[in-house]
């Protein structure tokens, strides 16, 4: 598998020039309509704990116990 990573960009500028747009591929989280934004630390949080619960499905090193 190729190796993935994930960065996060602020969220009233995204990311800095520096990064190649050809090779982000930008997501949103869904939210209740009542929420406005997260914060980052959340937005990662969220994502990874995504990231890991979907891996878990291929990887069994990973499974909760």
Same mark, same amino acid.
Request: aromatic share 8%.
């Given at each position: 598998?190729?190796?993935?990573?994930?960065?996060?960009?602020? =969220?009233? #500028?995204?990311?800095?020039?520096?990064?190649?747009?050809? @090779?982000? %591929?930008?997501?949103?989280?869904?939210?209740? #309509?009542? /929420?406005?934004?997260?914060? %980052?630390?959340? #937005?990662?949080?969220? /994502? %990874?704990? =995504?990231?890991?619960? @979907? @891996?878990?499905?291929?990887?069994?090193? %990973?499974?909760?116990?």
């Amino acid at each position: 598998q190729p190796a993935v990573a994930v960065v996060f960009g602020n =969220e009233a #500028s995204g990311l800095g020039e520096e990064w190649d747009v050809a @090779q982000v %591929l930008p997501y949103r989280i869904p939210m209740s #309509s009542s /929420t406005d934004s997260l914060n %980052l630390s959340i #937005s990662a949080a969220v /994502t %990874l704990y =995504e990231a890991v619960r @979907q @891996q878990a499905e291929f990887d069994p090193r %990973l499974k909760r116990v």
